[in-house]
């Protein structure tokens, strides 16, 4: 769908453009904090860690990370509720602008925010215009540093490779990445209801952070569905979408406490 | 079973056999192991990209998740919960979802060695055959008196064979330990069970159909117990009922991952739990309008409240929640019973319950059921069991040692000699997969399987209402020479001969695995229902387990919970200082993910620190002893002492420091280690030290604890007393909250 927000006279179809096709909710009341949805999209997506003198830098590759901040002191403090920020997949993305190369387009089809690995060339543009700073960025080339393999036979063997998604790419030194809402998984969930010759049903998959979830407080699912479980949560009077003032659309819905 | 069947038989007979309702597994021992191939050299029943499910279970701890692992050509590519084990319910923490990163660890054992107590690990193959011989020697040549198995609490089909191998030789029963449970104090929480609610079993704590939910330190959704399960039972608290939205209120000395979810976070003074139970229930007995049962009748509120820091119109706002609650729930955790008067407190928290008529009923307290195929519930040994094996150790009463899926040299207080009494043992045998301390200080290293590469089952303690047994199958083959113990167990007992080839008259594990589970099959209220035994199995490798359909939980009897006089003693504290030091399980690390690279960048969900370890000290505190973030301290306790840099945290008791525990590891492969020396690292200053050859990665708190047990044999870690001195150095923390200070621009200001 393409929508001219400058026009006057949009709101309907920009409201219709914020709901877009994928979306998500995540319930600050019940997150737990307990980074399981981390560690599941690191296994899913093929994510390096950094190792701890780079993490210190802010180097880390974490497509979704959980913050919490402090309000008051002592006795009177409190933890905010954790909030898993991960790419908000803005209908209205202030990164894609931005790329002189074309690398992080908006997916027509799928109503994504794309990032094509091949044609990054690394200029950081994006993540330095991403009012939610999630992307991670590949310093180096993290997969191949030798202190991670063993030499076996005068060759270097890394065992942790065996591990590697083979749907998802490895990124390399110099390239900006970012949460693709488990593009892999939709696209495979579309192949299979296409050989089906039927429609992609309501929880049928899930992205990795959501489908680990012990608490289930991530629901991903189609938000041009009024039925399905996602839109009805995303509706709920306790959701909130975080910075919608700068008009980006976002499609992850928060909701509150309370 | 044991010929060969070409894959065109097999399919003629599953066929055949679909008829009969029996299905034919075809598998012989050689044949139990699907093959990894290379990508460009396929299977014939594989797809290109279509991945092949195995369910399994989960052995990071011992709640006992269900997983389901998905596989291509072989390789393990994906963890994923089991959906229909109960426990779990298809959802992962994320030390399951980083299993991989054990299995796929470069620094595991990759063959049996002679290690020779060496510092680092031997890189000389044996010869499996070799291997057999020492064991059947060490099981033949020694006094059968004087023959130990320390075990961990993960892999119970391991610990049933060492049981039954020992029981048919008349040696001592094999040890369990693992550093979860000491400081989930486990041994306390049973032991008041058994005073109050006449059973010793792990009660279960039904948080789902709860409506007010008080819990005094209890760590639950990070490592305690059954992680999964009461993340799970929180999550519909919260939000399982549209109508009502659950509250939880939590007592403890800082605010730890579970403190922080709570909607009050109430600190309290380590030590008095226990009196602030009492205290909720005279009050909540007098709001009520009754008597005041004998088990709150000794306590005075205002005391109670005057010693532990929590004011008056807190204790009477907790109690009026209480009193007026459908369904309250008051759990104890293990912080608050790992003290001296730990006891006491577990009675009084338990006590609690009885008198808010929840005991058996939903939102209330149950007694978990045993597991199937289980005879009674093994507890893993308390800190003191472990004292008194110590001592064994010590005076030579052990002569030959077998040990597996436990570091006690790291998981133990430093203070109770662990290290230093190995040395009096002339045979310690080591069954690790990773090269972690203990294995080191061994003899010979026999390594099992990763746990993804292994046949067993594990017994699900608590976390469903059900009985529950989990299986584990084989997801991929054995990544290098490793045998599965219980391989190795049966090989051995046949060389040995006599009684010992008598107790294991099995061709392999999974001839051993099948006989312990034939007292299943033909059961009708289980998750599935089978005819014989390898249908069963098939069966039992297909869904990951078996358990029982209807509920089998056991209501506690509440007929004398409330008749006991608890007294709250004054909890004492060992050794001087000005601190209490409460350590913690590191919610990402628990006991054994220090080698999980993906575990170590995993941010503390409070500090957000990764790869290192930090004591958190309150802002105030540290102004007055003009410290600051990253400065390094030194800890010092009656019993040893450690560095570690400061965090400001800005939710701790004045008096409380708090250390995660799970880092300061001296072995253990190349993640939970430093490659480097921390001085060269960041250029910065020196922080642990060279240790063989690799370097110290943080501190272990367990260094610092002394050897004080409560009544019922539990460590009382958090009943210390620790000062601080300063050294005048820094070691910048990694962490994903702040950079500054990482590029020496100096500090924020105070949270």
């Known amino acids: 769908m393409t929508v001219d927000l400058n026009l006057v006279g949009a709101k309907g179809a920009i409201a219709e453009a914020a709901e877009g096709k994928w979306g998500m909710t995540i ?123 063993n030499m076996v036979n005068g060759t270097l063997v890394f065992p942790l490779h065996n591990q590697l998604n083979p749907d998802v790419t490895v990124r390399r030194r110099g390239i900006m990445e ?46 041009d569905h009024p039925e399905s479980l996602v839109s009805q949560l995303a509706h709920q009077q306790r959701g909130v979408k975080h910075l919608e003032e700068l008009n980006t659309l976002p499609r992850v819905t928060y909701l509150k406490e309370g | ?47 290109n990209g279509l991945s092949t499910y195995y369910a399994t279970t989960c052995r990071e701890c011992a709640a006992g998740c269900g997983l389901i692992v998905r596989t291509m050509q072989g390789r393990a590519i994906k963890v994923e919960g089991n959906a229909a084990n109960p426990i779990n319910l298809g959802k992962t923490c994320a030390r399951g979802q980083a299993t991989l990163q054990g299995l796929y660890n470069p620094d595991r054992v990759e063959f049996p060695v002679k290690q020779g107590r060496s510092s680092a690990l031997v890189n000389t193959p044996m010869n499996w055959e070799d291997a057999f011989q020492v064991v059947a020697d060490a099981l033949n040549n020694t006094n059968i008196s004087e023959i130990a198995f320390l075990m961990g609490t ?67 959704l990070e490592t305690w117990l059954s992680p999964v399960a009461y993340t799970r039972g929180f999550s519909r608290m919260r939000r399982g009922n549209p109508k009502k939205r659950g509250y939880f209120i939590q007592f403890e000395s800082q605010m730890s991952q579970t403190a922080a979810k709570a909607d009050e976070w109430i600190p309290v003074l380590p030590g008095t739990e226990g009196l602030v139970a009492l205290a909720l229930g005279r009050l909540v007995a007098e709001a009520k309008g009754g008597s005041v049962p004998r088990a709150f009748s000794s306590v005075d509120v205002e005391e109670a409240s005057a010693k532990s820091g929590v004011s008056l119109e807190q204790l009477e706002h907790v109690a009026g929640l209480i009193a007026e609650a459908q369904s309250p729930l008051t759990i104890p955790g293990g912080q608050a019973l790992g003290q001296s008067n730990g006891l006491s407190t577990a009675e009084a928290v338990l006590a609690l319950n009885a008198l808010t008529d929840n005991l058996g009923k939903p939102g209330g307290v149950f007694i978990s059921p045993l597991s199937p195929n289980e005879d009674a519930y093994h507890r893993p040994a308390s800190a003191k069991e472990m004292s008194d094996f110590i001592a064994r150790m010590k005076s030579g009463g052990i002569k030959a040692l077998f040990i597996h899926g436990v570091n006690p040299v790291f998981e133990l207080p430093k203070s109770l000699g662990f290290a230093e009494a190995l040395a009096n043992v002339p045979l310690v045998i080591s069954f690790a997969t990773f090269p972690d301390e203990t294995a080191l200080t061994s003899d010979y290293i026999f390594p099992d399987h990763h746990g993804l590469e292994s046949w067993g089952y594990q017994r699900s303690a608590t976390g469903a209402m059900q009985s529950v047994l989990s299986g584990s199958q084989p997801v991929v083959s054995p990544m290098y020479d490793t045998r599965a113990t219980t391989d190795v167990l049966i090989e051995a007992a046949r060389l040995a001969g006599g009684k010992l080839a008598e107790a294991m008259p099995f061709t392999d594990e999974v001839d051993f695995i099948q006989n312990k589970l034939a007292s299943l099959v033909g059961h009708v209220d289980g998750s599935f229902i089978a005819p014989e035994i390898n249908t069963f199995s098939s069966y039992f490798q297909q869904h990951g387990g078996w358990w029982t359909t209807a509920v089998a939980s056991n209501a506690p009897s509440a007929a004398d919970a409330l008749s006991k006089g608890i007294e709250a003693e004054e909890a004492e504290f060992a050794g001087e200082g000005e601190f209490f030091f409460i350590p913690f399980v590191s919610p990402t690390l628990a006991e054994a993910g220090a080698n999980k690279p993906w575990l170590q960048e995993l941010p503390d969900p409070m500090t957000t620190v990764m790869w290192n370890s930090w004591v958190a000290m309150n802002p105030e ?22 560095e570690v840099a400061v965090y400001l945290y800005p939710a701790i008791h004045p008096d409380v420091l708090a250390m995660p525990f ?32 690799a370097f110290k990665r943080g501190a272990n708190p367990a260094d610092v604890l002394g050897a004080h047990f409560n009544e019922a044999g539990d460590l009382a870690f958090a009943g210390m007393k620790v000062k601080i001195e300063k050294t005048g150095r820094k070691q910048y923390l990694s962490r994903l909250e702040s950079r500054i200070g990482v590029y020496g621009e100096g500090f924020p200001e105070e949270p």
């Open chain 1, 27 to 149: 319930d600050q009341d019940i997150c737990t904090g307990c980074q399981a949805c981390v560690a599941a999209c690191a296994m899913e997506n093929n994510l390096s860690f950094v190792g701890e003198e780079d993490a210190g830098y802010g180097r880390t590759q974490h497509w979704i990370r959980i913050e919490r901040f402090w309000e008051g002191e002592y006795p009177e403090v409190k933890a905010t509720p954790f909030q898993p920020m991960l790419c908000q997949q803005c209908g209205h993305a202030p990164c894609e602008p931005v790329c002189p190369v074309f690398a992080t387009p908006h997916s027509p089809a799928e109503d994504l925010n794309l990032q094509v690995y091949n044609r990054c060339v690394g200029t950081r543009y994006c993540a330095n215009n991403c009012p939610y700073q999630v992307r991670s960025f590949n310093w180096r080339d993290y997969h191949t540093i030798p202190e991670r393999g």
């Open chain 2, 154 to 220: 993960a892999s119970d089909h391991l610990f049933d064979m060492v049981s039954d191998l020992t029981n048919a030789v008349g040696a001592p029963a094999p040890v369990r330990f693992g550093a979860l449970s000491m400081f989930e104090s486990r041994a306390t929480l049973s032991k008041a069970a058994e005073n109050l609610l006449g059973s010793a079993g792990l009660p279960f704590f039904d948080l789902a159909n709860a409506d007010v939910v008080v819990s005094f330190s209890s760590n639950f």
């Open chain 2, 621 to 642: 505190t540290a102004h007055h002893h003009g410290l600051d973030n990253d400065d390094v301290v030194k800890l010092v306790s009656e019993a040893g002492e450690l």
């Open chain 2, 662 to 693: 799970g880092q300061g590891h001296t072995a253990y492969g190349r993640f939970a280690t430093a490659q480097l020396p921390q001085e060269e690292f960041l250029g910065l200053v020196p922080y642990g030290g060279p240790v063989g050859d």
């Open chain 2, 1 to 47: 079973m044991s010929q060969k069947i070409s894959r065109r038989d097999f399919l003629k007979l599953a066929t055949a056999g679909a008829a009969t309702t029996a299905v034919l597994t075809g598998c012989g021992p050689a044949s139990r192991y699907i093959t990894r191939e290379p990508y460009t050299k396929m299977p014939e029943y594989t797809y």
């Open chain 1, 178 to 223: 970012k949460c693709t809402f488990c593009i892999q998984r939709i696209h495979k969930a579309q192949d299979q209801a296409k050989s089906e010759g039927r429609e992609v049903e309501d929880g049928e998959f899930t992205t990795a952070c959501a489908q680990a979830c012990p608490a289930t407080a991530i629901t991903f699912g189609r938000m």
